[in-house]
């Protein structure tokens, strides 16, 4: 089954952030999504090491190591841009200031709850929280960007998660490499989904049901959805 | 782009409602939003929780409102020489809950920061202990305080651009700052509106992310 | 008996402040103190309001009525000073940063209970906290400046508060009009007297034991101590 | 007058002892003061316990503690990507008490605030509550979280003043602020220092009260 590039996807995510809107974006693949927003969107990105109002990338050799986003990736600064101390940053996170949060996860299950830190697994590696937990928890809407499948073409939208949970009940929008799935009191329904794909096949990659919305979208291979 | 100034005080109180929580910025008259006491005024809302430093003076601050009978409480440090407030609450038409300064701030910043409450060493032993959970930490005793929000926050600034960004003038700053995190709305009283990108990002006290309305201070 | 002017008590207080220490000077007798520094003492005034290295009052016909201290009086800023917002400067008082807190009082138990914001009487009169109590508990030393007596020549250095307590335990050293009395483990020690007073005079105006300090100095009435 | 201007970095350090915790400002190498890394190691100080968001990466950072030995714990968000720490970690030889950020920011800022903890939403239902109080408020749960204080906090700004009043550069603010109010000793790195009376008081983002040692970054 084909599949929405990296960077496909991230121009899908990108085309649904509200106009106007506070964004963060999550450290890796969410932080890609910088790439792909249209100026006159009027998206504000946020990043929890203390700045508001992220522009694109600096060219190569104008780097400013101090001015970097939490993937630790160097950024620029957009006019109107404010820069503030962690305390304040995690206020905006943990204080439902942010709008949308793009996270990336290993599993969301079928009432929201996402795991996006750790494994679980006692094998040596070193875990590390960061702020994904304070926006799990604090921002409006929590939104997940990940690949449908792990690598072994496990599902990661599950009835129940099994790795150790970030947060519970939050997440309420999954954007995948195959669809885009809302989390909602009937429980997953599919709001897009790629060309190439069908319900069943996706159904086939999936551990927890799955409603095709009534008014399901089709997304192109480069992650437009109708000419968007 | 994003653009949050109104025209008018009149305008940066839209919305409000009978029974609405209101924190009003300012320690005194510095930091005190001027414009939006007649403008509250001028949409016969009553029976507001006031949320703020002190209770008026003589000025046109909250003794007006106090003076117009739209205020049901006040949750306040420093209440004195308010003569307006004095004389509502000594006829028993206005509640006062009395909050130690830096009490009454955290609770506000722990409103605006999504913290269920804090542990505060300060009124242990006190009347202001009393009502309250006390939680002992290694021995040591606090009192649980507990978060405030409002439904409107106005504040005053000096400059703000249209994105929402704000800086203070000296010690007019004050609460205003904690209290532009705690609203659902957010309005905030300026000197001066400047273009976007002329504000040293550096020295912004509160990003636009917290501000949903900006107005000018009309001349006096 | 004769004492100290507000003035004189006013100077013998700044005296005493400790060389570059980083004091509050709480509202009323005590922001007088601020008339009376040496500019040489390297004393850092804080106000509660948020601004620290405060200088003198301004001329008059040049006060900015944005630039005011806890007593809600215009003052000025010197070279180094910084504007902040309640929130920082409450952390300053409450966790421990001010070296010493120069507050009113209505009584000083001698176990150095402090009260300060109420005389407790149901008269209708509007009661007022403010920030004194963040203060009493977070300073690393809290002075009180205040008469000896009431105005009914009733002593305010108490055995045990009759007023409701701001805090308990908190005052280390009172300055009166007549003395300078240290809070010691041992008691109450007359540091320092006025000049036409003595320590049997003394204990008639104080309702606690006091101990003469084996070095007692003596206050001139202008407040200064030995020509200081 | 006041002034807390050192030599240089080994004269910032100077003090510190076996078992001390020491706050290190920084998200990755931004707000990092690399010039303590060194200074530490000289001392010949071990069994530290290290407040930080990250562990190191490979630069001239905590990686050289890790690599040394002199670590006995670290409180820390993000400890990935750390090799030298990773190393000792996996060899059981550090412990590592690992804190979502931005309760780990409001631990640091509660000590420097003088508050006995605060109820967090965040963690709840997981792993991050274990070992903790749960509080409820209104029926919402929360987790009681304790403050952090250091007895070093070594933070990197951009300019300071004779003072101790500092000023930080762009992201690299983030935990350094925070830090520098919830040490017995704080000692600052900068770019760059200044005449007192040139910093404007309005962009002084730690001012002076919270500082104790000042020094200049050594050219690279």
Redesign the interface.
């Known amino acids: 089954m084909s599949s929405l590039s990296r960077d496909a996807l991230a121009r899908l995510v990108a085309a649904h952030l509200p106009q106007q809107g506070f964004v963060n974006l999550g450290i890796g693949a969410p932080s890609h999504v910088a790439d792909h927003l249209q100026p006159d969107s009027g998206v504000i990105l946020h990043s929890e090491n203390g700045i508001l109002n992220i522009g694109p990338r600096p060219p190569q050799g104008e780097e400013d190591w101090d001015l970097i986003n939490a993937s630790k990736i160097p950024i620029t600064a957009r006019p109107g841009c404010s820069y503030f101390d962690s305390s304040l940053s995690f206020a905006m996170m943990r204080g439902g200031h942010i709008d949308v949060a793009i996270l990336g996860a290993f599993q969301v299950s079928q009432s929201g709850d996402l795991a996006n830190w750790s494994t679980g697994e006692r094998n040596g590696s070193v875990p590390g929280i960061g702020g994904a937990i304070d926006l799990a928890v604090g921002a409006k809407s929590i939104w997940v960007m990940m690949e449908h499948t792990t690598r072994d073409k496990a599902p990661r939208i599950v009835d129940r998660c099994t790795y150790p949970l970030t947060a519970a009940g939050v997440v309420s929008r999954i954007f995948t490499d195959l669809a885009i799935i809302d989390i909602t009191p009937d429980g997953l329904v599919v709001d897009a989904l790629l060309e190439s794909a069908s319900i069943e096949t996706l159904k086939v990659v999936t551990a927890a049901p799955l409603i095709a919305s009534g008014s399901m979208r089709t997304i192109g291979l480069d992650g437009t959805i109708g000419g968007i | ?2 653009n949050v100034v109104v025209e008018n005080a009149r305008e940066a109180v839209a919305g409000i409602k009978d029974g609405d929580t209101v924190m009003m910025g300012g ?5 005190l939003p001027t414009g939006v006491i007649e403008a509250v005024l001028d949409t016969g809302v009553r029976e507001l929780t006031i949320i703020s430093n002190n ?1 008026g003076a003589s000025g046109p601050d909250l003794s007006l409102w106090f003076a117009a009978g739209i205020v049901r409480k006040i949750i306040c ?4 020489n ?1 003569e307006a ?2 004389q509502r ?2 006829a028993g038409e206005v509640e ?1 809950e ?6 009454l ?2 609770r506000i ?20 202990a009393e009502g309250k959970r006390a ?1 002992d ?1 290694d021995g ?1 005793g ?1 009192i ?1 305080e ?1 978060p405030l929000r409002a439904d409107f926050s106005f504040v005053k600034g000096r400059q703000a ?1 249209a ?1 929402g ?1 704000v ?12 209290m532009a ?1 705690a609203a659902t709305t957010v309005a905030v009283e300026v000197d001066e509106i400047v273009e ?2 002329t ?7 509160t ?4 501000v949903d309305r900006v107005y000018m201070r009309k001349p006096q």
């Open positions: 782009m994003r320690f005194g008259g510095a930091g209770a440090s420093y209440p004195r308010a407030f004095a609450y000594r006062l009395l909050v130690p300064q830096g009490t701030v955290e910043r722990a409103g605006g920061a999504g913290l269920g409450g804090f542990l505060s060493p300060v009124g242990v032993g006190t009347v202001f939680i930490v040591r606090y649980l507990l651009d994105l960004n800086t203070y003038n000296k010690t007019a700053r004050n609460h205003c700052a904690v995190t976007v990108g504000m040293d990002p550096e020295a912004i006290v990003p636009c992310i917290f």
